[in-house]
């Protein structure tokens, strides 16, 4: 079975460019999720997905960040204008259901910002 | 409320040893307690979890020790080897969310 893609593995922009980040769930998950993982930290959940509705997007900065999920299958999060403090591993995650107990994990696409 | 406290933040081991790592949480409606295992350059993998009914669960060399009314839980490593070395993230989920803990760093020495 294939795990949680996501691309690009690593990124390197400049403060107030822009930047996105693609993820492929596995195959059948309803639920998708994009952390975000500052060094020395725990990942801390940005937004959640079910299907293509948005559960949860409390922890999100809306007026840099934004996310979609088009066909609930694939999705992307975009941050413009990025700041410094956006330096960050975004880990894209997915889960059979809403409750499902099992997260799985990509291996994170790395930003950082200069 | 919605906060895992989780320590030590780095911890240290000879190969053989018991590591143990703690958390505590306030939110009692949190239902499901992981704890999650990541090595550098990897995303997070699951480990082991446990629900609040429960007072232990054991996979192997992990065991999870779970004190409800305490609000803490705790993840023990038994005979730790070099290949356990990671990062481990207690975690807990209530309104279908995953709250994660900072993380604690683990290395066992040869």
């Known amino acids: 079975e294939a795990g949680v893609a996501q691309s690009p593995r690593y990124k390197i922009i400049e403060k107030r460019q822009s930047v996105a980040f693609w993820c492929n769930p596995i195959?059948?998950?309803?639920?998708l999720y994009w952390y975000q993982q500052i060094l020395g930290q725990g990942p801390k959940l940005l937004i959640q997905f079910q299907n293509n509705g948005v559960v949860d997007d409390s922890q999100l900065p809306k007026d840099r960040f934004s996310a979609e999920r088009l066909k609930g299958v694939d999705s992307t999060l975009k941050i413009q204008p990025a700041k410094l403090e956006d330096s960050a591993v975004y880990l894209c995650a997915s889960s059979l259901f809403r409750r499902g107990n099992t997260i799985y994990f990509g291996e994170g696409s790395w930003l950082t910002v200069v | 409320q919605q906060q895992v406290k989780q320590s030590p933040q780095s911890l240290i081991v000879q190969k053989g040893g018991i590591s143990i790592i703690n958390c505590a949480y306030e939110?009692?409606?949190?239902?499901?307690f992981p704890w999650y295992q990541q090595f550098p350059g990897k995303g997070p993998a699951l480990l082991i979890a446990?629900?609040?009914?429960?007072s232990e669960k054991k996979e192997g060399r992990f065991t999870i020790s779970f004190n409800k009314s305490a609000k803490q839980f705790s993840l023990h490593i038994m005979d730790s080897q070099p290949g356990d070395s990671a990062t481990y993230f207690c975690a807990a989920r209530g309104d279908d969310k995953i709250i994660f803990g900072k993380g604690t760093r683990l290395h066992i020495l040869p």
């Open positions: 939110n009692t409606a949190f239902d499901y």
């Open positions: 195959s059948g998950h309803a639920t």
């Open positions: 446990i629900r609040p009914d429960v």
